[in-house]
């Protein structure tokens, strides 16, 4: 019996051996997430492999929801070294890292992107308010009284605003596990839904009730708000079309008059296809983004799973890379693939905390 239970013991320690090797012999950094960043992503990559000893990183798109779950699964050879996304960790998914065993974590910024509510060249111009967006999608919107909702009844955009052409709503976007998904519900569709003043009174009462020490009615309030302004109809005026942009550029050619979802830089990349709707009177350009006057744009990032580098090669050298002002400042070659920088100083910081793999930190929030 003690020989055999020597003989598990060794086998058991072998087999943890041989898992820490493999891990260790992993010759390529994994990266996953979101569809937005993948194309930046993937031009560093490919400039990563190209020009230093290593090899090239494989990248997956999965959305940024996708990418944070693969990410927070835990250590090891089976999960991924860097995940990217269109909007910031949440703080469940940071306690799911935490609660896995990924316990230091590097957030870079990479820089601004825009989201375009678009369509194609030969479409009508659409000139959208943010209560035009969130009228056109919501599930339910504010009846004749306050605190009063319905069914959404709309089915054109002159029913929304009789200044808009007397088109069939049909909107081509990311599903739930996507960045630019939850970014564009919380800038345009909330952006819409605050409009509303007793829709805007929920969140002021949430705080309020937070602030008195009412926890409860704080979070019932809160969960009513982004319940009203964050839930899209479903009844096929909006169509998840996946995390596939190519997609939705193609639905839309064929559909003239159907508009669809996803970031500037693909928007800038298809300018001879598609066009972008004014979001309330301003242009969707760089340099509105940059300057913060489009009202829909959000910041980009990726993040690093510390406990991987030095057993994966090349995950220091990458970020030095991504980190280049060749890369990503104002003349660098991701700004020519439509990435709106950071200002210089940001930029500088950001740089520096990447590079000594800073690890991020998360309140109550």
Known sequence: MKHATAITAAFVTL??????????????????GSSTVYPFATVVAETFGNKTKFKTPKIESTGSGGGFK???AGNGIKTPDITNASRRIKKS????????????ITEVQIGYDGIAIANAKEGPQFNLSLRDVF?????????????????????????????LPAVKIEVLGPPPTSGTRDAFAELAMEGGCK??????????????????????????????????????????????????????????????????IFGFSFLDQNGDKVKGAQVDGV???????????????????????????????????????????DTWGP???????????????????????????????????
């Open 331 to 365: 003349d660098g070659y991701l700004t020519e693939k439509g990435l709106i920088p950071l200002g210089d100083e940001q930029r500088a910081q950001m740089a520096k905390d990447a590079r000594a793999l800073k690890p991020l930190k998360l309140g109550n929030e």
């Open 70 to 72: 693969l990410f927070c």
């Open 15 to 32: 087999t943890a051996a041989s898992s820490q090797v493999s891990a260790a012999g992993r010759d390529h950094i994994e990266i996953v």
């Open 195 to 260: 409009t509303f003043g007793w829709i805007k009174d929920l969140k002021a009462a949430s705080k309020k009730a937070k602030k008195a020490g009412d926890k409860d009615k704080a979070k019932a309030l809160k969960q009513q708000y982004k319940g009203i302004c964050h839930t899209v109809r479903e009844d096929g005026a909006y169509i998840e079309a996946g995390e596939n942009d190519n997609l939705i550029v193609q639905k839309l050619e064929k559909n003239p008059n159907a508009l669809g």
């Open 135 to 163: 009228l056109a999608l919501a599930k339910e919107v504010p009846g004749t009284e306050p605190g009063q909702l319905k069914p959404n009844p709309y089915k054109t955009w002159k029913d929304v605003n009789p200044a």
């Open 93 to 104: 998914e940071f306690d799911k890292c935490a609660k896995n065993g990924v316990n230091s």
């Open 283 to 325: 242009e969707i350009s760089f340099d509105n983004i940059a300057d913060g006057k489009y009202p829909v744009s959000r910041p980009l990032f990726f993040y690093v799973k510390n406990d991987h580098v030095g057993k994966v090669p090349g995950i220091k050298e990458y970020i030095v890379e991504f980190t280049e002002e």
